[in-house]
């Protein structure tokens, strides 16, 4: 993994999705490389990995910490943050630089509320203060039951056993837990419902949007019905059914 640090002028940016107000990207890359991953056209905003494959590098942001409470300390009124929209906020490099974890901080120092989003058990190390905060929420993304489907198109994302024990720890310590069903990938659904049922306040649920991406990898694997509107309306109908109203389509 290349991993390269950059200054930033900027930490939060409008967000356009429902309920979120801001969000932050504490990296750019992500090095959990996801094969099907919406957020690879943001090398062109690199001016050092433009061009090279998604996945394969990371741009810490050393000093976002600062410019965030900088920011912070100039808004006249608070809001919600997501954590993050483009990268992952917990991927590997996160237990070194720590950014993630000091602008949770620096947002619960100024009275923000925060929406946590990840593939990483890697968030439970912050449980300690993300529990002694009055507004977050945090989501745990689960396409899969099935980890061999994660192997090959999640490569470097934890395994999604390790998801399942993180979302019980967090669920356990009283947090605000949800969980993120998408893009819906071959699986169970039965089987997954029954391994975060309880330990989730809701989900959210969308399709895998960027089929061609990943046509080849389907076909080869047998999963070419997975990649049709007939299994997103299925399977999304059936967690639905399942989850009940704590589940909603993105
Ligand atoms: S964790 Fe999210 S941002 Fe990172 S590669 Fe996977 S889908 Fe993309």
Redesign the pocket.
Known sequence: MDVTEIDVKTALVRSGIEGVDYVINPYLG?????R?????FMTRYSHHHAGHR??TFVEVKRNIVDVLRSELSRKRKTGTVMM?S???PY?PVERQYRLTRQCVEALGEFGWGIDIL???PLVTRDMDLLSCLSSVSVGI?ISTDIDRVRKIL?P??PSIESRFDAMKKLHDAGLDTWAFIGPMLPMNPRNLYEAIGPYVHNVLIDSLNYRDRVRGIFLKNNWGHALTDRYAHDTAGELIRMFGSRAARV
């Open positions: 992500c090095g959990h490389g996801c099907y991953c919406y957020a690879a998604w996945g993050s483009v990268c992952d991927q990840t593939r990483s993304t999640e470097k994302a």
